[in-house]
């Protein structure tokens, strides 16, 4: 987290040179440390705790996806006072939770995201009381549903025995939002890491470990990467999926290695639109930082938020960790 969040540039977002508005970069390492408490949790995936009947005096629980996400969420807002990286935490906790299966793998994290219940449900909707998320509205048969509920969606939840899994399923169609915006819905990315083997996280974390330099840099074109072959959901939820089209065409200039200034600093020739297939790692690799700067102070300005993205680095940096990328030279 503290590694996504220092990586620059990463048009759009927050990084170690860019602030926003209403979010700086020091909340992000508040976050980061403020989480670790529920990371801990689904890094252990079973606690000790005192119990009647037990010879030692203490029973093995297991302590569940959902409870480890929500401890992990009130632990990042209380220290970041705000919403930083929910959409972090929520691909993070299912991989550190295979991790400690012994098998971070696409079947591995596939396992885990199966085996959640209804209670790990209810505990991803109380964490929406935590902290305000940019949602998409839902689908017209799920209003019952809507995250925004929060805890009180519990009942429903438990009627239709929904777990987490089932709810991300429902997320990876996006509502269609204010009647203002069009009427093509980019699915919610991060729900389709639940639902598909978390393909986009993997395949990222490839791009970083067989890239050379910084992790931090690693990180930065890895992004782009990413952007430039989806749109993201962020920023579809809150300007519409025509503007999230189009930085995704915006970035593929730059993993193109593009570099005309209509297509970097605002509305102009879109016509190679975002790439047809995930780049190559060569690809990925040959980005320039220097260009993308351009691109990040245009989408700044502009108030283009790629956040679904950035979780998806985040996630791609932790693998990438796991399996033996080093923060040292």
């Known amino acids: ?18 602030d926003l508005a209403d979010l700086r970069f020091e909340s992000f390492l508040g976050g980061a440390v403020g989480a670790r408490g529920g990371l801990e949790l689904a890094a252990r995936g079973r606690e000790r705790e005192a119990a009647d009947g037990d010879p030692s005096g203490e029973a093995t629980s297991e302590t569940s996806v959902g409870t480890a996400f929500e401890r992990a969420v009130a632990g990042m807002a209380d220290r ?12 993070l ?17 596939d396992r885990v995201t199966r085996n959640t219940t209804v209670g790990d449900a209810v505990a991803f909707y109380r964490s929406f009381e935590r902290v305000d998320i940019a949602v998409a509205e839902p689908p017209a048969d799920a209003d019952a549903l809507d995250v925004r509920r ?16 089932d709810v991300m399923a429902l997320s990876t169609s996006a509502g269609d939002g204010p009647e203002s915006l069009p009427s093509e819905r980019v699915p919610d990315r991060n729900a389709q890491e639940w639902t598909e083997g978390f393909p986009r996280t993997f395949r990222a974390a490839e791009w970083i470990l067989t890239d050379d330099g910084p992790l931090a840099d690693r990180a930065a074109r890895a992004f782009l990467g990413l952007l ?4 993201d959901t962020l920023v579809a939820t809150n300007r519409g999926p025509d503007v999230a089209r189009d930085a995704t065409a915006r970035a593929a200039a730059v993993v193109r290695g593009n570099h005309k200034v209509s297509v970097l600093d605002g509305p102009g020739d879109r016509e190679s639109g975002p790439l047809t297939d995930p780049p190559t790692p060569d690809a990925v690799h040959a980005v320039d930082l220097a260009t993308a700067e351009t691109l990040a102070d245009a989408f700044v300005d502009e108030g283009i938020n ?3 993205t950035a979780d998806l680095t985040c996630a791609a940096l ?3 960790l796991r399996r033996g990328a080093e923060v040292a030279p």
Do not use: H, I, W
């Open 228 to 231: 430039a072959t989806e749109p």
């Open 93 to 109: 906790v299912p991989l550190v939770r295979a991790t400690a299966t012994g098998d971070l793998s696409p079947a591995g994290v």
């Open 318 to 320: 932790y693998v990438a």
């Open 80 to 91: 970041a006072g705000t919403n930083t990286q929910f959409g972090c935490l929520l691909l």
């Open 1 to 18: 987290m503290l590694l996504e969040v220092a990586g620059t540039p990463k048009p759009g977002n927050v990084d170690r040179r860019r």
């Open 306 to 308: 790629p956040g679904t």
């Open 150 to 165: 929060g805890g009180d969606a519990e009942t429903t939840l438990r009627d239709r025995g929904a777990t987490l899994r």
